[in-house]
């Protein structure tokens, strides 16, 4: 049976539109590049345990080559099956959707067979579709599950779309959020219109996927002019591949934010963590080669920490990049503060039981 947004649990559906943590969350590979389930649940665990509200599997930052090599449903079930057995509290979960229409709508189907309440529709196997061709197959895949809306930036395989195209996806009934990551303020202002001329602001949360402003976009009302009067809209939470690491300063660093938004009061040092954990962004998803190593970059972290055993990828030659590692050293060094070294420390052994 297709899953409707009102048909999800209310706390779930409170979670999301109050704005929560929702990592990204990589895949954990051997030596020998096969599926390493200890260590992936290690993951969700880790995820858990630090706070955040929900989980994203099968996206990007879990690498979409997981659809060739026969991994998209284990994978979705070993995380599903992780947070039911771990958390204990409700928790927003969502599947990374791709493909043409039929494989989307297929992938959809899994992740509701596995419980997700959601699935985040990749639209860069569409490139080259006319905008009412793009509408069409979110409206088919949306009929399946609650749909959240992704834009990928255009350096990693994303398509530019304007704001008429994020004015008719929100108007879809069944879209319950989008998660903006053009990675281009221009871009980003363009969904945030869409959604308001769209009259959908209530039913469609916005998350940052934006990693390289993470906070401003977390701080930062969107005032959109829909005729006569002026709509405010904000960024209400997360979904983002740098929260795959360092998670638990993550969680605290946006429950400031929101407790900042609420009083109406934002400090200058809470503006300048923006400058700062772009920074470290920059090394972890490796800027200074067009994001080349941005996945083994946040495996990197993870390695260094104990969750993963290495870097490796699907991909063979998908690794780091030229001082790259150097580079992590670095804002490790510069951003001690950020980092939850200490936490993950404490409770890996029981992550890896």
Known sequence: MPLHWSQLPKETLALLRRGTVIPAHPLALDAKRRFDPRRQRALTRYYLDAGAGGLAVGV??????????????????LAA?????????????????????????????VALAHGYHAG??????????????????????????????FYLQTAVGGIALPAEFWRRFAAIENVIAIKIAPFNRYRTLDVARGVALAR???????????????VLDLVTPFAVKRGNEEVQLRIRGGLLGHWSVWTQKAVKLHERIQ???????????????????????????????????????????????????????????ETLSPGQAEEIDRVCREHADLGDDDFVRANRARWLE
């Open 60 to 77: 990007h930052a879990t690498q979409f080559a997981i659809r060739e090599q026969g991994l998209y449903e284990p994978v979705l079930q």
């Open 81 to 109: 099956d992780a947070a039911r057995e771990w958390a204990g509290r409700p928790l927003v979960m969502i599947a990374g959707l791709s493909g043409k229409t039929a494989q989307a709508k297929k992938e959809a189907e």
């Open 120 to 149: 985040m529709l990749s639209l860069a196997p569409m490139k080259g579709a006319s905008p009412d061709e793009l509408v069409a197959h979110c409206a088919a895949v949306a009929r399946v599950l609650p749909l959240i809306g």
């Open 200 to 214: 959908a602001e209530e039913r469609v949360t916005l998350y940052t996927g934006n990693d390289d402003h993470i």
């Open 259 to 317: 407790a900042a938004v609420t009083s109406g009061w934002v400090d200058a040092e809470l503006l300048a963590l923006d400058a700062r954990v772009t920074d470290c962004n920059s090394a972890f998803f490796d800027v200074a080669h067009d994001f080349a190593g941005c996945i083994p970059g946040c495996h990197e972290v993870l390695r260094r920490q104990g969750l993963l055993e290495g870097t490796w990828c699907l991909d063979p030659k």
